[in-house]
Each structure stands twice: as C-alpha cells, then as structure tokens.
C-alpha cells in the first residue's frame, strides 16, 4: 500500500471493461468529494446498467490534509469478500484518496468460483485505474513567521532560495510572512530559517 501521506486524486475518469468466461464486467472510476458524491455515483451507474447483475463498488474518502481515510466497499450480492474488497485494495494498491470505482457485472450463465471473481473485479478495477489520469497530492502546511525589521532579508533569501510559496507578507506593524509548503518538509524549514536568523524568528503553524 503507498503512503496515504502521498495520496493520489483522479484528475479524469477511468473505464474498462473485461469478459471472463462470457460475464462481462465494466468498471469505472470517479472522484468524489464526499458520500453525497458517492450516492448520486451510485445512483447514475445503476440507471446507466439497470440489467447488470451486480453493481459493486469501493470507496476512499478524506476530508482534509492530515484526516483519516475514510473507506467502505460492497459486494451487491456477490460471495462476501470476492467483488468489494478486491475493488477496495485496487484503491488502496494505487494510493488513492476521495475516489469511487464501480465495477458492473452482467453474468454470462457460468460461474467463475470465488478465486475467479477475485480475479475479474480486481482485474477490471484495476484496469479502471490505468485508464485514468491520476495526480499526485502532496499534504501541504502553513506558516506564520515574524521576526524583527533588521532580520527581513535574510528569511526573504531563505525563502527565495528553499522555493516556499509566500500566500501573504506584511511590514505593519512588524514583518510577518505567512508561507505554504510541503508538510514533509516543516522540520528542515524550520531549521533552515532558525540558521538564516540566528534564532531570532517566531513560528506558528496554521490550521488549512
């Protein structure tokens, strides 16, 4: 499983679709913000295949930067643990987060047994994934910093030179910048401005 640290977000949907053993399964993957999301989802693929046999799906969901995925799956009817759950770890297998995957299935007449239904739902989340345009999401994290007048050019080159987003600086009534980076990197930004100002720097981290 990648780091949910790191997370991957659908930037564009997915689909594919496989036919094993004449059933035919179609999967797609959406992004999804919430599970109001996720319901009309849900809603929209089983208008769109009112005849398919099973419509299971996998979901990851998190609010912010920092939060708990959330995470829930369905076999619709399926052999417990043969449709949902392998759909779910195709999600978690690529990282990613506040994302939906549906797999449809239309039974062909012959049964693939539990390791061949694994197999076909993973097979066909899976493939969902690859046709998609996935973005990497780097948590990020702010910070306030103030300092005295006689100590603004050294963090404006510490900030220059470590490549910190600025969202806002002010001189009234004191210098205060308020930067954005990658939370990863909060430790050594500390560091690095601690050095550049001998210490004299106050840090405060904000809530996004």
């Given at each position: 499983?990648?780091?949910?640290?790191?997370a991957?977000?659908?930037?564009?949907?997915?689909?594919?679709?496989i036919v094993?053993?004449?059933?035919?399964?179609?999967?797609?993957?959406w992004?999804?913000?919430?599970?109001?999301?996720v319901?009309?989802?849900?809603d929209?693929?089983r208008?769109e295949?009112p005849?398919?046999?099973?419509?299971?799906y996998?979901?990851?969901?998190?609010?912010?930067?920092?939060?708990p995925?959330a995470?829930?799956?369905?076999?619709?009817?399926?052999p417990?643990g043969?449709?949902?759950?392998?759909?779910l770890?195709q999600?978690?297998?690529?990282?990613?987060?506040?994302?939906?995957?549906?797999?449809?299935r239309?039974?062909g007449?012959?049964?693939l047994g539990a390791?061949g239904?694994v197999r076909?739902?993973?097979?066909?989340a899976?493939?969902?994934i690859?046709?998609?345009?996935?973005?990497?999401?780097?948590?990020?994290a702010?910070?306030?910093?103030r300092?005295?007048?006689?100590?603004?050019?050294?963090?404006?080159?510490?900030?220059?030179r470590a490549?910190?987003?600025?969202?806002?600086?002010?001189?009234?009534?004191?210098?205060?910048?308020r930067?954005?980076?990658?939370?990863?990197e909060?430790?050594?930004?500390?560091?690095?401005?601690?050095e550049?100002?001998?210490?004299?720097?106050?840090?405060?981290?904000?809530?996004?």
């Amino acid at each position: 499983m990648m780091d949910d640290r790191r997370a991957h977000v659908v930037t564009e949907t997915g689909t594919a679709e496989i036919v094993d053993r004449k059933s035919r399964f179609c999967a797609t993957l959406w992004a999804v913000e919430d599970e109001r999301a996720v319901a009309r989802r849900l809603d929209t693929i089983r208008a769109e295949h009112p005849k398919a046999t099973h419509h299971v799906y996998a979901w990851r969901l998190r609010a912010s930067d920092g939060d708990p995925i959330a995470q829930r799956c369905h076999d619709d009817g399926e052999p417990g643990g043969t449709a949902g759950r392998p759909v779910l770890q195709q999600l978690e297998a690529h990282g990613l987060v506040n994302a939906l995957c549906v797999v449809v299935r239309y039974f062909g007449g012959v049964k693939l047994g539990a390791g061949g239904l694994v197999r076909a739902y993973a097979r066909t989340a899976g493939a969902a994934i690859a046709a998609a345009t996935l973005e990497l999401r780097v948590p990020l994290a702010r910070m306030r910093l103030r300092v005295a007048f006689d100590q603004v050019s050294a963090v404006e080159a510490a900030i220059a030179r470590a490549g910190f987003a600025v969202l806002e600086r002010s001189f009234e009534p004191e210098p205060v910048w308020r930067i954005e980076l990658p939370r990863s990197e909060l430790a050594g930004a500390r560091r690095q401005l601690r050095e550049a100002t001998a210490g004299r720097i106050e840090f405060t981290e904000e809530s996004r």
